[in-house]
């Protein structure tokens, strides 16, 4: 799997940059809902070539409002339809504990995309992190990734000037950025 995951990988938050983030968590199937152009976006990287990874923090399993099962059911109702529209996740990290509970897996800590990148077999500085908020960018910063923030999320964009370290782009959306990268870094 190594030499599969070497270059062009692009690792992305999940909520806020594929789907509608809630202020109340997706807690269900039926709360999923794509941002315009995500699904498009997730095809378009994956016909360039780059593997796509998802890096999320999902609190909502340690505090008890969502279980592991029902967030699993979540994630194979997105991949199917991502997998719909052409596109494919080539694996999923999530941190589910809560913000309190001081884990190195919880975005702004870098352990996850270091953990994705053991097991995956590539280089976080070869890598592009994408998020809509300064946790993901600080992230990505962290582990050494190119970063990029989309305003589809959390933050708007006299926020995002003032994140520091500040990403390489912001972007509208998912889209914005996917097109982008296939361009050329």
């Not at 097991?119 to 993901?136: M, Q, R, S, T």
Request: proline share 4%.
């Amino acid at each position: 799997m190594e030499r599969e995951f070497r270059r062009r990988v692009v690792l992305l938050d999940r909520d806020g940059v594929i789907n509608i983030n809630r202020d109340d968590y997706v807690k269900s199937v039926e709360e999923v809902e794509f941002i315009p152009g995500a699904l498009e976006a997730l095809s378009r990287l994956n016909a360039a070539g780059w593997k796509v990874v998802v890096i999320s923090n999902q609190a909502c399993v340690g505090k008890g409002i969502i279980s592991e099962e029902t967030l699993q059911t979540i994630t194979q109702k997105m991949e199917k339809e991502i997998a719909e529209a052409g596109g494919e996740i080539a694996a999923v990290y999530y941190c589910t504990h809560r913000p309190e509970d001081g884990c190195d897996c919880r975005k702004p800590a870098p352990g996850l995309i270091e953990r994705a990148s053991r097991e995956l077999g590539f280089n976080p500085k070869d890598a592009v992190f994408i998020g809509d908020a300064e946790a993901d960018i600080k992230a990505g910063k962290a582990a050494g990734c190119r970063t990029v923030l989309v305003l589809s999320g959390r933050i708007s964009r006299t926020e995002a000037e003032q994140i520091s370290p500040a990403p390489e782009w912001i972007v509208n959306n998912l889209l914005e950025a996917a097109d982008r990268l296939i361009a050329g870094w």
